[in-house]
């Protein structure tokens, strides 16, 4: 069955039964759990599982485990997919993924940024798909900066197919070392990281209030690259000119961006619109994003927003008319620091009926009064949605805030 | 003085990475609270910086936006002339360095800073990274320094400084004090931001512009405050 040596079927099956251990025992979904069982015993294991499979890597601040989940989706259609469906996007989580699936002939993996160039120089996966940069997590995270240097050296001089969105410049700049680029013009609605160009420092013109707008360096050369693939409103325009209405059952710009470049990344497998499409329309959420949950007919939209530029496209989501509830933490996974929420323009907000929670809604609180919108303090998650009548509520929350408030919720996805 | 406050905010295109935006927010919601008028200026690197400000305020950023806001501050001038005018300044992490005589690039290869402060600064063998909490030097009158620090610099105080405070919790300048400051510059590495966890601090800075104010309601920054000096300073 499979073309892997002894040693590295036997760390990858050992990998299996403590995933399958985990999961069991209630621990987690075991997908890291498994993978690290399976390097300890082979270390590259990893280089043995990738090389058996046509790979696509997908690395960003923010919609990689989207972007990861719409790809997977799409090459569905040629044929069967291991991925890391749950954001487990290290090197455990990969082996993990790749070894629950070993026959599988695809294989697409969301990658931490800081560890695309690793990754890609142990799987040398053929495709690279590469979508935005922005502020994050600034107490753990690499600067953005420095980050896209570290692509630029890890693309350069290798054959792989990189999917690159050409509205971000630092992308653009990260991107631009690859032998072979396919540039999706996906849109950029957070401008705070760009203004000055990453090649020379020099100030960045572009057209203030358009999401995909031209834009060039004032001092030297460096400058958007015609796309080849444009998100324009509602739809994606093909490199033949052809137009295709996404209609897509994920909400908002940001997904319909992370929809083209999947379709730019499904064409590259050989794979055209036509058949990937439908694939994507059936995505209707991810890990537990963009979902449902109701309890005693209140009705909550969960969305996660780890940083400014994603609080900005969760907005986009919510409905002015609905009761809004943001929860924040600052545990290790969140940031420890909570500066950024002053980077988040709240005055959207005003107006609305708006409940914060969360471990830092002190910060969150402040943060609203200087910004003058209203809003209601309550001590935990449950306690706002007691307090607001039954019907349609909007949450917007930090990665472990969103992930207590599903488990409480239960783990549907 | 002018009609309005007029507040600076310093290269956010290059120096903004760590939230420092809310000190702007926060100074101009203390002086509004009060029915003083403000205008805010955003000076982005390739404009000139206006010499007719009140109060000045610099941020946090990247080692190679770091660099170049130096040169271009250096280039420009704008930001000496509003100094030696009586101009105030908050300046922040890398825009703290930057005021000195020299910091830590890249590499750790030494850069020049714009003079404006008696430090210098290099990088230091680890990153301090956490809250940090700071007795306030006495001579400006202020509770305790509260805020999150992330950076990898040491900075020395010359004889032309005092030190804004001496810490309790976190690394500082390195040498067991926070910040400095001189005449009506203070420097410090404190993100949260700074002001919004130190609206006395705030105030501090609008005083020297405009004189004697009157209190407002501090309920949600002292609630914050009170949390945040209580999590890192057990009894």
């Not at chain 1, 630092?170 to 680029?181: C, D, F, I, P, Q």
């Not at chain 1, 470049?261 to 963009?290: H, N």
């Not at chain 1, 929420?341 to 914060?356: F, K, M, N, S």
């Amino acid at each position: 069955m499979s073309q892997l040596p002894l040693r590295a079927q036997l760390a990858s099956a050992l990998g299996r039964t403590a995933a399958t251990l985990s999961r069991a025992t209630g621990r987690g979904d075991g997908s890291v759990i498994g993978g690290r069982v399976g390097l300890l015993l082979e270390p590259d294991l990893l280089r043995k599982l990738a090389h058996e499979k046509r790979l696509a890597l997908v690395s960003a601040t923010n919609g990689k485990t989207t972007t990861t989940r719409l790809i997977a989706s799409a090459l569905q259609e040629l044929g069967e997919v291991a991925t890391n469906a749950f954001g487990a996007n290290m090197p455990a989580g990969h082996v993990s993924a790749l070894s629950s699936n070993k026959a599988a002939p695809y294989g697409v993996l969301e990658v931490d940024e800081k560890y695309l160039p690793e990754v890609l120089d142990t799987t040398e996966a053929g495709v690279v798909v590469l979508m935005n940069l922005s502020r994050d997590q600034m107490d753990r995270a690499a600067e953005i900066w420095l980050l896209a240097q570290k692509w630029r050296r890890a693309l350069a001089g290798r054959p792989a197919h990189v999917i690159a969105n050409c509205d971000d410049p630092l992308v653009t700049w990260g991107a631009s070392t690859a032998a072979r680029v396919t540039w999706v013009a996906g849109g950029q609605r957070w401008h705070e990281d760009s203004w000055c160009c990453p090649e020379c420092g020099g100030p960045l013109d572009r057209a203030e209030g358009i999401v995909n707008a031209d834009w060039a360096c004032r001092e030297c050369t460096f400058s958007r690259p015609e796309p080849n693939w444009i998100l324009d409103g509602e739809d994606a325009i093909d490199p033949y000119g052809h137009r295709w209405r996404l209609d897509l059952q994920l909400p908002g710009t940001a997904n319909r961006s992370n929809a083209v470049i999947a379709l730019a990344t499904a064409a590259a497998f050989g794979l055209d619109p036509q058949r990937a499409l439908p694939r994507l329309r059936e995505v209707k959420s991810v890990a537990g994003r963009y979902t449902t949950v109701e309890r005693d007919g209140r009705v909550m939209k969960l969305l996660l927003a780890k940083n400014p530029a994603g609080w900005l496209e969760a907005f986009d989501v919510t409905r002015p008319d609905r009761p809004i509830v943001l929860s924040v933490n600052a545990q290790g996974p969140d940031g420890r620091d909570t500066s950024w929420l002053w980077d988040v323009d709240y005055r959207i907000l005003a107006g609305r009926r708006v409940y914060v929670t969360g471990e830092r809604r002190l910060d969150l609180a402040l943060r609203l009064d200087v910004a003058g919108v209203g809003f209601t303090l309550v001590d935990n998650f449950g306690q706002a949605v007691g307090a607001l009548p039954p019907g349609d509520i909007d949450v917007i929350a930090n990665y472990t805030a969103f992930q207590s408030i599903r488990t409480e919720f239960g783990r549907a996805v | 003085m002018q009609s309005s406050l007029r507040i600076v905010w310093i290269y956010p295109d290059l120096l903004s990475t760590y939230g420092d935006q809310g000190n702007v927010l926060v100074l101009e919601q203390r002086a509004r609270r009060r029915g003083i008028p403000v205008e805010v200026v955003h000076v982005r690197s390739s404009d000139p910086v206006p010499e007719q400000g009140d109060v000045y305020l610099i941020g946090g950023g990247e080692d190679r936006p770091q660099i170049l806001g130096a040169e271009r501050l250096r280039r420009d001038g704008g930001l000496h002339r509003a100094i030696q005018r009586g101009a105030s300044l908050l300046a922040v992490c890398a825009g703290y360095q930057i005021m000195g005589s020299v910091f830590g690039g890249e590499e750790g290869q030494p850069v020049p800073g714009i003079g404006l402060l008696d430090i210098s600064s290099g990088r230091g063998e680890r990153r301090s990274v956490g809250e940090l909490a700071a007795e306030v030097h006495p001579s400006l009158g202020l509770p305790t320094l509260t805020g999150f620090e992330n950076h990898m610099g040491v900075t020395r105080l010359g004889p032309g400084v005092t030190p804004l405070s001496r810490t309790l919790v976190g690394t500082g300048n390195g040498d067991g004090t926070e910040g400095c400051f001189a005449g009506k510059i203070i420097g410090t590495y404190l993100h949260g931001p700074a002001l919004a966890r130190n609206p006395a601090l705030a105030d501090l800075l609008l005083r020297w512009a405009v004189g004697p104010l009157p209190a407002i309601d501090d309920t949600w920054y002292e609630r914050l405050r009170n949390e945040r000096l209580g999590a890192v300073l057990k009894p």
